[in-house]
């Protein structure tokens, strides 16, 4: 019996309500700790296929007389298409189609950011159709950009109405403080850079539509087509086998998609569209610059009083305005909270989701000022963060589903207590400090997904559903589920996905989702599949079904008999045993979310500026671990990451033009192996009992959150500098310890005026 | 279009390529390796790294043309070097984009020095991008090869 429901779905933290069916039958969790393949190292099963070259990216895929796109750009940040002649382009050899604004909506004539599509050509090559592009004429009405964000809010220009949250009295809060503290952060534009630039080839069969594309979410690429088309969903696949990075930006179909459809459809050949890195780091999204001013009070012993928090997100041209006050609002027990967050629309590329959009700029401030908090307190900033613990959600009407953010502090002990002989080999000129921060974020996933589990009579299984591996390895995660629920080695479960031709809806790898909503559809799938095993080998060996189990790759009875899992399926020749499976809904009235502490210790060069990361200690609980091997992966990812976020990367505009200047990874600096320091990765690893019948939260987002928060504060633990905005270059550390040098000798004069007084 | 003789992977190929014409375009489009992958196709990132008698070069920055009797290894010519199992086993790999490129010029790492230090590792290698951040597990594989 299937049950109509009616749940809500998040992603990113964003909520929405939708019905599901719900199977009654729910299976209990498995028990915390590693299993027979579940909680133990895996190597990647698409591990050697990548490595070895032979797996087919999009940008690999070559189908035969397949034509190359290339697309015309707006030069200017804001501007008019007066007049564009698309004839000679189309004259040109090699070319076959060539599109502008009134042939695809794609494409416009009113560019509001450097990079808006304008036009795009076909031909035999990409360098024809680049000399296509070039061919087109165009006459320019070039308009007075809007560059600067805070301009723009006073202008009221925001992308949405601006968003207010409030609990409590914050001026009361802030009047009852012992002490008060205020800052103002700023963090910086940041482009995803993904290794596989945006791309799609689309070819037409008929009225039916194919489109290899390098996407996060198979799925929601064939409906948001098939919509826009006006088609049905089931003439357009989607295949998406291997995928080369995206990190937030490939969540939708994308403007070279469409391009790629049209000019597949008016040459009637496959067409490539693929962006080059420039063309990537111009418009293909970014993690948007922000402006925080915060304010927090707290009682002499460290207890929050008040939050306040106004932010200004540089949203550009379009885009949504991600929670960047959501840990102010989220992270901490305090009563009296106030936030308002803007979005400035600017004549900049659009902003996308980057992971854990928003909380990972919120986090830098609001982690920054609970240590000047801290120190102006005087309190140990680990035992302020305990002291202001959110024991029920903060946003109040919900429990959490589950919350081990104690065990994470207290696992971050031992790295915190470094903290002593890191600061003791300080020498004149290098001085060291260790630092702390919390994190918070979704990461609980949701259905409606769906997964089948093939059993072939060779006893090898087959998982099936249409999600992709954006390369976190939820591949191999899944197949070590459904080895776990039919006692299978792990090497005898293959994971078909990636074509949404090719099983069932399957939901997009972002905001830390995949495990979370795949995993409980593909136990539910293979225990469908162990049930009908189980009934056959009953009846052949004329036994209970409840006397039977899966383990090892055999069938055992509880009496001590044993048959190999292929004697029984085996009988079925060429007979399949296919389960299915749905990820049930999440725990009604609870907040599903992740949580976590970094610990960084840093050496800064007080003459320099310099600042070398030395280790990063992360700790997180995001409920069961499936796969320790990529898990610990995706943490080091993560604080990678952000270690380009804190020091070496920056979209820089010009400030006259809006140009972007760091198009290339030449001046947009990358994270190499040069810039990494020691990082340890730890998991509380105790499954969600709430949660699904996996207990797993995501891990994709949380490890990217705090760190430079934990960077920034180990660094003013080592020279009582308290950088103000990322990236931390030299620069703006050089500022930070000339304002504290000039905060510290006024300190002195005041002593001395006092004392000669 | 002039001709271009290469030896790739210790087999001769014979094609035709205009001037101007980079190896990586040859490899991936005239002659379908598509292991060797173009990320940027500026000589910035190192996913495109193939081997000149065994010296790493940026494919895409490479004419084709200039190559000469120099024997060329893409990754297609590692498969079974073991350092794609190191890969493998110290998980080495997310996204695996930047893979190839990083094979390649690690397994010119360690023909020339079988066992690098740390930092002749992060010297040799801090050429190849790895957006993902594995480069931990890189230095592990080349470590424990």
């Not at chain 1, 099963?45 to 796109?69: F, K, N, S």
């Not at chain 1, 990461?443 to 090898?460: E, F, I, K, N």
Request: net charge negative.
């Amino acid at each position: 019996m299937v049950r109509l429901i009616r749940t809500e779905k998040e992603v990113e933290g964003r909520y929405s309500e939708q019905w599901i069916l719900v199977e009654e039958d729910a299976l209990d969790q498995w028990p915390a700790g590693p299993l027979e393949t579940v909680g133990r190292p895996a190597a990647r099963q698409d591990g050697l296929a990548r490595a070895r070259g032979e797996a087919i990216y999009t940008a690999d895929v070559q189908l035969p007389g397949m034509l190359h796109a290339a697309v015309l750009r707006s030069p200017h940040a804001y501007a008019r298409l007066k007049r564009i002649e698309l004839a000679a382009a189309l004259e040109l050899p090699a070319v076959r189609a060539v599109i502008g604004p009134a042939d695809l909506d794609a494409l416009t004539d009113h560019a509001g950011y450097p990079g808006a599509p304008v036009a795009a050509a076909a031909a035999d090559t990409f360098e024809a159709a680049q000399s296509a592009i070039e061919a087109i004429e165009v006459e320019w009405e070039v308009l007075e950009p809007v560059l600067d964000p805070e301009q723009a809010v006073a202008e009221d220009q925001l992308t949405q109405p601006a968003r207010s949250y409030e609990r409590g009295d914050v001026e009361q809060g802030l009047a009852e403080a012992d002490a008060v503290v205020e800052g103002e952060f700023r963090t910086q534009t940041v482009l995803h850079n993904a290794l596989e630039t945006h791309q799609s080839v689309a070819r037409w069969e008929g009225d039916a539509l194919e489109v290899y594309t390098s996407t996060q979410f198979i799925w929601g690429v064939r409906n948001e087509i098939a919509e826009k088309l006006g088609i049905p969903g089931d003439r357009v696949r989607v295949v998406c086998l291997y995928m080369g990075g995206g990190f937030g930006a490939k969540n939708d179909a994308g403007d070279y998609t469409y391009v790629a459809i049209e000019l597949a459809r008016r040459t009637g050949r496959p067409v490539r569209c693929a962006l080059t890195r420039r063309e990537e780091n111009l418009a293909t999204g970014n993690r948007n610059a922000t402006i925080q001013r915060l304010a927090a009070g707290a009682r002499a012993d460290g207890t929050l009083t008040a939050l306040r928090g106004d932010f200004v997100n540089s949203v550009g041209w379009e885009g949504w305005l991600a929670p960047t006050a959501g840990p102010m609002q989220m992270l901490y027990a305090c009563d009296n909270v106030r936030t308002v967050e803007q979005g400035a629309k600017l004549n900049t590329p659009p902003m996308a989701a980057f992971r854990a959009p928003g909380f990972v700029e919120g986090t830098f401030g609001l982690e920054c000022l609970l240590d000047q908090l801290a120190a102006k307190l005087d309190v140990d900033p680990l035992e302020l963060r305990r002291r202001n613990y959110a024991a029920s959600d903060s946003l109040g009407e919900r429990s959490y589903s589950s919350k081990n953010l104690a065990e994470c502090y207290r696992l971050a002990e031992p790295h915190w207590e470094r903290r002593h002989e890191v600061r003791s080999r300080s020498e004149e000129r290098w001085r060291r400090g260790v630092g702390l921060a919390s994190q918070i974020w979704f990461g609980g996933g949701g259905p409606p997904s769906y997964a089948w589990v093939r059993v072939g009579s060779d006893g090898r299984a087959t998982v099936i559903t249409a999600m992709q591996d954006i390369g976190t390895g939820s591949r191999t995660a899944m197949a070590q589920i459904a080895a776990e629920e039919l006692g299978l080695p792990l090497e005898q479960v293959e994971v078909v996905l990636g074509d949404t031709a090719r099983g069932p809806y399957a939901s997009i790898s972002a905001g830390s989702s995949t495990i979370p909503s795949m995993g409980p559809a593909v136990r539910s799938a293979a225990a469908d599949a162990a049930r009908q095993i189980l009934e056959i080998a009953a009846q052949r060996h004329h036994l209970e079904e409840r006397v039977l189990s899966l383990k090892g790759g055999s069938i055992v009875s509880a009496d001590g008999g044993s048959w190999p899992l292929e004697t029984i399926t085996g009988l079925l020749e060429d007979g399949q045993i296919l389960g299915k499976g749905a990820r049930g809904p999440n725990p009604a009235g609870m907040r599903v979310l992740t949580f976590g502490v970094q610990v960084a210790e840093v050496a800064v060069d007080v003459e320099t500026g310099e600042v070398r990361v030395e280790r990063v200690a992360a700790i997180h609980d995001v409920g069961r671990i499936v796969n320790p091997l990529n898990a610990r992966s995706q943490v080091e990812g993560g604080i990678i990451q952000a270690i380009g976020h804190t020091f070496s990367e920056q979209r820089l505009l010009d400030p006259q033009s809006g140009a972007v200047l760091t198009q290339t990874l030449d001046a947009y600096k990358l994270p190499t192996i040069a810039d990494v320091p020691e990082i340890v990765a730890e998991f509380v690893d105790v499954p969600d009992a709430h949660l699904t019948n996996l207990g797993s939260k995501g891990l994709g987002e949380p490890p990217i959150v705090p760190t430079a928060a934990a960077i920034a504060n180990a660094i003013r633990d080592a020279t009582g500098a308290q950088v103000r905005s990322l990236p931390i270059t030299r620069e703006e550390m050089l500022r930070a310890l000339a304002e504290e040098r000039e905060r510290r000798s006024a300190g002195e004069r005041e002593r001395v005026g006092a004392s000669s007084a | 279009m002039p001709e271009l003789e290469l030896t790739i992977n210790g087999d001769a190929y014979r094609l035709e390529a205009p001037i101007g014409r980079s190896l990586g375009e040859v490899l991936r489009e005239d002659l379908g390796f598509t292991g060797t992958k173009i990320a940027c196709g500026e000589g910035h990132c190192g996913a495109c790294t193939v081997q000149l008698d065994g010296v790493p070069v940026l494919s895409c920055i490479t004419l084709a043309h200039t190559v000469g009797t120099r024997k060329v290894t893409t990754i297609e010519g590692l498969r079974d070097h073991p350092l794609v199992e190191a890969f493998v086993r110290a998980d080495a790999l997310q996204c695996g984009f930047c893979t190839p490129g990083q094979i390649v010029s690690a397994a010119a790492l360690v023909a020339a020095n079988p066992t690098p230090t740390n930092e002749e590792i992060r010297h040799g290698m801090a050429g190849n991008l790895c957006r993902c951040g594995t480069y931990p597990r890189i230095e592990e594989a080349i470590l424990s090869w």
